[in-house]
């Protein structure tokens, strides 16, 4: 799977939109990118995940640049409770495959009142 | 629906000693992967159970078995145990097919002193 890149830390303020940048420069064209994130002391949690074309759902939206190098997450309008790690991910789908998500270090977000 | 559940949430073991870990995948799922998730940093692969059958490994010792019962429960085995492996073990379950997400659970702190 390809390797990504993630600042390690971000701030926001409480009720602003939170953009949370991934660079994935060696991505290939069946890879597709994933955003977990994970609360303190609790398990991850999947947030969205695409191959091109942008997604939204009601957690957040992916934004993957036409290149597929590099993708922005999207929270809309942050809250206090979005304060976590976030692990932008990229990996392979096959049914044939096992399914093992590579997680690397993620940006710690914090969400400020 | 119950989520993904684990279990002991806490455990502590002394250096030497063996130790199983449990996880309930929810409901109609029959993939269960482990991960190990030493503190400040993100979720390393160890395990990916399917139908029974191993279907990957991480690059752990072999000293780390698990299995995976025929309700799709699994157990995580650590022997030998060292201090190095206190850390959060998490179980995550998914469906198999080619475009599902992993739910993960809240993990088992596990201290070896």
């Known amino acids: 799977d390809a390797k990504t890149t993630q600042p390690p830390s971000m701030d926001c303020a409480e009720g602003r939109a939170a953009n949370l940048p991934c660079n994935h420069s060696t991505i290939s064209g069946n890879e597709y990118v994933y955003w977990y994130r994970q609360i303190h002391s609790q398990g991850p949690q999947y947030i969205i995940h695409?191959?091109?074309n942008n997604e939204t759902n009601e957690m957040a939206s992916l934004i993957i640049t036409e290149d597929r190098k590099s993708s922005t997450l999207i929270l809309p309008h942050a809250t206090l409770r979005d304060t976590a790690v976030y692990y932008c991910i990229v990996r392979v789908l096959s049914s044939g495959s096992a399914r093992q998500l590579t997680f690397g270090s993620g940006t710690q977000l914090t969400v400020l009142p | 629906d119950a989520g993904v559940t684990q279990s002991p949430t806490h455990l502590i073991k002394t250096r030497g000693q063996q130790v199983t870990l449990r996880c309930s995948p929810i409901s109609g799922h029959k993939s269960v992967s482990w991960y190990q998730q030493v503190l400040g940093q993100g979720p390393q692969f160890i395990f990916q159970?399917?139908?029974?059958?191993?279907?990957g490994r991480g690059n752990f010792p072999d000293r780390f078995s698990a299995r995976q019962f025929p309700n799709y429960s699994s157990e995580l085995n650590v022997n030998a145990l060292l201090l190095g492996d206190s850390a959060l073990y998490l179980c995550?379950?998914?469906?198999?097919?080619?475009?599902?997400?992993?739910?993960f659970g809240q993990g088992t702190r596990l201290t070896v002193v």
């Open positions: 995550a379950s998914s469906l198999q097919g080619i475009n599902t997400e992993a739910f």
């Open positions: 695409g191959l091109k």
């Open positions: 159970y399917y139908e029974k059958e191993e279907r």
